[in-house]
């Protein structure tokens, strides 16, 4: 969608509404340590970009300059459309024949939006996300998406920075600031965007250096609720005038826990979040142009964010055990904590022979995990976990560009990819006998150490041709032949006696265990997949003149297949295949009155084949109903959906917004493996009905000092599931979110050179408790549902330096 809250003339971009529902804050104590760290944290990652390697944050093209007819809109009052690089070239964005939102800067520097891209999607119609922290993203779109958050596993919708893929899902939970905008493509993009698109693409692109010095610099800092500070800011400078620039930015987030540990008394779920990125752009000639750019982040939490909720009609856990209904409350005995480090880098190449634009991208993404936790959720001593992985990646890709202003214009390439995965998990429980008041059926698996090596390497070509066939019809016709190789090399141990290392010893027990291994939960195996697919497209469109666009896009999409390293017998250890969804989508896209109207009208089918599901069901090679939660292939569903994207400037300085989105998903044929439910007719897991979102400015200038800008937002979002298990939430109340709604308000004062901007807010401003997410009870040691609440109100203020 698009829109512009502030005054146009001085922010061209656009906008949807924004709603958050999260704020961030810091300790009183360290205010004056963590004001002096931001300050230096900028003037580092500018000193130290020269010295930086190969790297991943460059931005798509170069910015361009706003076209005649554009500029004549704003003159007449009009909105002002940004560009983006949807179909890998500029265009406007009324003028992409898909289904396309854009957000600008402003609405992450002044807005609030940008702890992580979970936030993006929820201001985007039929979209949804959801988050076990900022480091782990699920996102939906058009109820496409993945719920299983394995290493080896990518997501449908597929995250792009600065024009580089990012597979591991765990790895695309990066902070966004000191951006030029995020572009949310909607629906299958096979050909340009490549495998793992079926659900759609998010590409986060990156401020870059400036060779004019126009570089928009920027210090930014934010306190509230939760003792949360974030200081984030931006700085650029020219090395050689119009042949070199640099630039560096950085995000500190630090936050007090958000719930309370009834077992211990304290704080839990702490966050600290730090990211720091440079860049180099050079220009030696007029025909080649190359960016340079690294990414580091450091994120660590400490204690737990989960709440144990029985779905039993008592409300009581085995052993008489009753969780407290306080949703801002923990009760866990184990320390927990995660720790992860990311490191990034791209090189990016811009070459013009002639006429045409030859593209080489670079990337190369390293991500390290370890984590502990307490498996049982309970303040019972029964089960611990600990878990250390690791990914490294590396693409290539290459792109000739023909120009755009001709009968055909067309973009050829080739694309190379090669991930290595490597994952090491353990888990202990002791015998129930060690905690009487739990006895009757407890956990068979006593110690377990699941370990794999995992190994991707994809290849690709592609093309894409624009016919003009005059000057209001067009025909785009693409294709992407991509051949893929995954092997897993899979190995567990388990064993039925009970672990022998002293508890206390949390950090070593895992490295202690003596016990004996055997039975069936000790197994390996090896397996290797090789997939051919040929994606492609098909979009007529007509111009009907400059302000309405109508277009037909048909296109067949492909989410890699893999394997269930879930398992926990070998019956389990099986390949999945490959996803397909063949979509037809119509759409309009229109201004009004000068640009004062904005209005976008889409329909969409969807045929899904091979959908990739995440159950709960019989464990496959089990005896005895022993049920766990594994990956498997439902035979095949459909989505029926429309959007509706609304932006109004009825008088100067007042916009409105609103975006509806309306969606039916179902399972044609769904039977879960070894004799489990007929799921055949159960709805997409993340996939309500409706979303609604509304959003108001209204900008009041003062005399000789600058203007108040008034904002308020709200998304509805109804009934949605969270598993594709029978789906009843009279008996499974935490597998599913009853209908909700977030809004979110905030007020900000800018002076009259733009120089300063001082903002108060409050998200969830209604206060409404929902679920994040939850875990079924699968296994002896869970002994009822364990959810994720999402945050409460919460408050909070900022101010904003530009130089």
Same mark, same amino acid.
């Given at each position: 969608?698009?829109?512009?809250?502030?005054?146009?003339?001085?922010?061209?971009?656009?906008?949807?509404?924004?709603?958050?529902?999260?704020?961030?804050?810091?300790?009183?104590?360290?205010?004056?340590?963590?004001?002096?760290?931001?300050?230096?944290?900028?003037?580092?990652?500018?000193?130290?970009?020269?010295?930086?390697?190969?790297?991943?944050?460059?931005?798509?093209?170069?910015?361009?300059?706003?076209?005649?007819?554009?500029?004549?809109?704003?003159?007449?009052?009009?909105?002002?459309?940004?560009?983006?690089?949807?179909?890998?070239?500029?265009?406007?964005?009324?003028?992409?024949? /898909?289904?396309?939102?854009?957000?600008?800067?402003?609405?992450?520097?002044?807005?609030?939006?940008?702890?992580?891209?979970?936030?993006?999607?929820?201001?985007?119609?039929?979209?949804?996300?959801?988050?076990?922290?900022?480091?782990?993203?699920?996102?939906?779109?058009?109820?496409?998406?993945?719920?299983?958050?394995?290493?080896?596993?990518?997501?449908?919708?597929?995250?792009?920075?600065?024009?580089?893929?990012?597979?591991?899902?765990?790895?695309?939970?990066?902070?966004?600031?000191?951006?030029?905008?995020?572009?949310?493509?909607?629906?299958?993009?096979?050909?340009?965007?490549?495998?793992?698109?079926?659900?759609?693409?998010?590409?986060?692109?990156?401020?870059?250096?400036?060779?004019?010095?126009?570089?928009?610099?920027?210090?930014?800092?934010?306190?509230?609720?939760?003792?949360?500070?974030?200081?984030?800011?931006?700085? @650029?400078?020219?090395?050689?005038?119009?042949?070199?620039?640099?630039?560096?930015?950085?995000?500190?987030?630090?936050?007090?826990?958000?719930?309370?540990?009834?077992?211990?008394?304290?704080?839990?779920?702490?966050?600290?979040?730090?990211?720091?990125?440079?860049?180099?752009?050079?220009?030696?000639?007029?025909?080649?142009?190359?960016?340079?750019?690294?990414?580091?982040?450091?994120?660590?939490?400490?204690?737990?964010?989960?709440?144990?909720?029985?779905?039993?009609?008592?409300?009581?856990?085995?052993?008489?055990?009753?969780?407290?209904?306080?949703?801002?409350?923990?009760?866990?005995?184990?320390?927990?904590?995660?720790?992860?480090?990311?490191?990034?880098?791209?090189?990016?190449?811009?070459?013009?022979?002639?006429?045409?634009?030859?593209?080489?991208?670079?990337?190369?993404?390293?991500?390290?995990?370890?984590?502990?936790?307490?498996?049982?959720? /309970?303040?019972?001593?029964?089960?611990?976990?600990?878990?250390?992985?690791?990914?490294?990646?590396?693409?290539?890709?290459?792109?000739?560009?023909?120009?755009?202003?001709?009968?055909?214009?067309?973009?050829?390439?080739?694309?190379?990819?090669?991930?290595?995965?490597?994952?090491?998990?353990?888990?202990?429980?002791?015998?129930?006998?060690?905690?009487?008041?739990?006895?009757?059926?407890?956990?068979?698996?006593?110690?377990?150490?699941?370990?794999?090596?995992?190994?991707?390497?994809?290849?690709?070509?592609?093309?894409?041709?624009?016919?003009?066939?005059?000057?209001?019809?067009?025909?785009?016709?693409?294709?992407?032949?991509?051949?893929?190789?995954?092997?897993?090399?899979?190995?567990?141990?388990?064993?039925?006696?009970?672990?022998?290392?002293?508890?206390?010893?949390?950090?070593?027990?895992?490295?202690?265990?003596?016990?004996?291994?055997?039975?069936?939960? &000790?197994?390996?195996?090896?397996?290797?997949? /090789?997939?051919?697919?040929?994606?492609?497209?098909? /979009?007529?469109?007509?111009?009907?003149?400059?302000?309405?666009?109508?277009?037909?896009?048909?296109?067949?999409?492909?989410?890699?297949?893999?394997?269930? &390293?879930?398992?926990?017998?070998?019956?389990?250890?099986?390949?999945?295949?490959?996803?397909?969804?063949?979509?037809?989508?119509? @759409?309009?896209?229109?201004?009004?009155?000068?640009?004062?109207?904005?209005?976008?009208?889409?329909?969409?089918?969807?045929?899904?084949?091979?959908?990739?599901?995440?159950?709960?069901?019989?464990?496959?090679?089990?005896?005895?109903?022993?049920?766990?939660?594994?990956?498997?292939?439902?035979?095949?569903?459909?989505?029926?959906?429309?959007?509706?994207?609304?932006?109004?400037?009825?008088?100067?300085?007042?916009?409105?917004?609103?975006?509806?989105?309306?969606?039916?998903?179902?399972?044609?044929?769904?039977?879960?493996?070894?004799?489990?439910?007929?799921?055949?007719?159960?709805?997409?897991?993340?996939?309500?009905?409706?979303?609604?979102?509304?959003?108001?400015?209204?900008?009041?200038?003062?005399?000789?000092?600058?203007?108040?800008?008034?904002?308020?937002?709200?998304?509805?979002?109804?009934?949605?599931?969270?598993?594709?298990?029978?789906?009843?939430?009279?008996?499974?109340?935490?597998?599913?979110?009853?209908?909700? &709604?977030?809004?979110?308000?905030?007020?900000?004062?800018?002076?009259?050179?733009?120089?300063?901007?001082?903002?108060?807010?409050?998200?969830?401003?209604?206060?409404?408790?929902?679920?994040?997410?939850?875990?079924?009870?699968?296994?002896? &040691?869970?002994?009822?549902?364990?959810?994720?609440?999402?945050?409460?109100?919460?408050?909070?203020?900022?101010?904003?330096?530009?130089?």
């Amino acid at each position: 969608m698009a829109r512009s809250l502030r005054n146009p003339s001085r922010h061209p971009r656009t906008v949807a509404p924004d709603l958050r529902g999260k704020s961030l804050s810091y300790r009183v104590h360290r205010t004056a340590r963590f004001l002096s760290a931001g300050a230096s944290a900028l003037a580092l990652s500018l000193a130290a970009t020269p010295a930086l390697a190969a790297t991943a944050e460059e931005a798509a093209a170069p910015e361009a300059p706003i076209p005649a007819a554009e500029a004549a809109d704003e003159a007449a009052g009009g909105s002002y459309d940004i560009v983006v690089t949807a179909g890998r070239r500029e265009e406007r964005l009324q003028d992409v024949p /898909t289904a396309v939102s854009a957000l600008s800067k402003e609405q992450f520097q002044v807005g609030g939006i940008g702890r992580s891209a979970n936030e993006v999607l929820s201001l985007v119609p039929n979209a949804s996300a959801g988050t076990q922290q900022h480091g782990r993203p699920r996102w939906w779109i058009r109820g496409v998406g993945a719920g299983q958050q394995q290493l080896d596993l990518a997501n449908p919708v597929g995250f792009y920075l600065d024009d580089v893929y990012i597979s591991n899902s765990s790895a695309t939970g990066l902070p966004l600031f000191d951006i030029e905008r995020v572009e949310i493509l909607r629906g299958p993009q096979g050909t340009l965007w490549g495998k793992n698109t079926t659900g759609g693409a998010i590409n986060v692109i990156s401020k870059r250096p400036s060779l004019s010095g126009d570089d928009e610099n920027y210090l930014k800092l934010e306190y509230g609720s939760y003792d949360d500070k974030i200081a984030e800011g931006g700085v @650029g400078a020219v090395i050689v005038p119009d042949k070199l620039a640099v630039r560096g930015s950085f995000r500190i987030d630090d936050r007090d826990g958000r719930f309370t540990n009834l077992f211990t008394g304290q704080n839990s779920n702490a966050i600290s979040d730090q990211v720091f990125r440079g860049q180099i752009l050079a220009k030696p000639t007029d025909d080649l142009e190359a960016l340079l750019s690294l990414h580091y982040r450091r994120y660590k939490t400490d204690g737990s964010y989960w709440n144990t909720a029985s779905y039993a009609a008592s409300g009581v856990y085995r052993g008489g055990y009753v969780p407290s209904t306080d949703q801002d409350t923990t009760n866990t005995n184990a320390p927990e904590w995660t720790n992860n480090k990311q490191v990034g880098g791209s090189l990016h190449l811009d070459w013009h022979p002639g006429d045409l634009t030859l593209t080489s991208i670079t990337g190369y993404e390293r991500f390290d995990s370890r984590s502990a936790g307490d498996n049982d959720y /309970t303040p019972f001593e029964i089960s611990r976990g600990y878990s250390n992985a690791s990914s490294r990646q590396w693409s290539q890709e290459l792109r000739l560009t023909s120009p755009k202003d001709q009968t055909l214009s067309w973009i050829v390439g080739a694309f190379y990819f090669n991930e290595k995965i490597r994952s090491n998990a353990y888990s202990a429980a002791l015998p129930e006998t060690a905690v009487p008041a739990l006895a009757g059926g407890g956990a068979t698996v006593a110690f377990s150490n699941t370990r794999y090596n995992h190994k991707t390497e994809s290849g690709a070509v592609f093309a894409s041709g624009t016919l003009n066939i005059s000057d209001r019809f067009k025909l785009t016709l693409g294709g992407r032949w991509t051949r893929e190789t995954k092997q897993l090399e899979f190995n567990r141990l388990a064993s039925a006696s009970a672990a022998t290392a002293s508890w206390s010893n949390y950090a070593q027990w895992w490295n202690s265990y003596t016990g004996t291994y055997g039975g069936a939960g &000790t197994f390996s195996g090896n397996l290797s997949r /090789t997939w051919d697919a040929f994606t492609y497209d098909a /979009t007529p469109s007509f111009q009907i003149d400059r302000h309405n666009l109508i277009y037909f896009k048909y296109s067949h999409g492909l989410k890699s297949g893999g394997f269930n &390293t879930a398992a926990t017998l070998p019956a389990a250890l099986i390949a999945v295949e490959p996803e397909r969804l063949n979509s037809y989508e119509v @759409g309009y896209k229109s201004q009004w009155l000068d640009g004062a109207v904005t209005l976008n009208l889409t329909g969409f089918h969807y045929d899904y084949r091979n959908v990739q599901v995440n159950v709960v069901g019989p464990n496959p090679g089990a005896v005895g109903g022993t049920t766990v939660s594994y990956l498997q292939n439902a035979a095949k569903g459909h989505v029926d959906g429309a959007e509706v994207e609304l932006a109004v400037r009825p008088v100067e300085n007042l916009h409105l917004n609103a975006a509806l989105g309306l969606l039916n998903t179902r399972y044609d044929q769904f039977n879960v493996l070894n004799g489990g439910a007929n799921l055949s007719g159960a709805q997409f897991v993340r996939s309500p009905h409706t979303t609604l979102n509304v959003a108001a400015s209204y900008t009041v200038p003062l005399r000789n000092s600058g203007n108040i800008e008034f904002e308020a937002d709200a998304r509805y979002t109804s009934l949605q599931y969270y598993y594709v298990t029978p789906q009843d939430p009279a008996t499974r109340y935490y597998t599913s979110q009853p209908g909700y &709604t977030l809004a979110n308000a905030r007020i900000t004062y800018t002076t009259a050179d733009d120089k300063f901007s001082v903002s108060a807010f409050v998200n969830n401003l209604l206060n409404a408790r929902y679920l994040n997410h939850s875990l079924v009870a699968a296994s002896a &040691t869970v002994t009822g549902d364990v959810v994720q609440w999402g945050d409460p109100r919460t408050w909070g203020a900022s101010v904003i330096y530009r130089f």
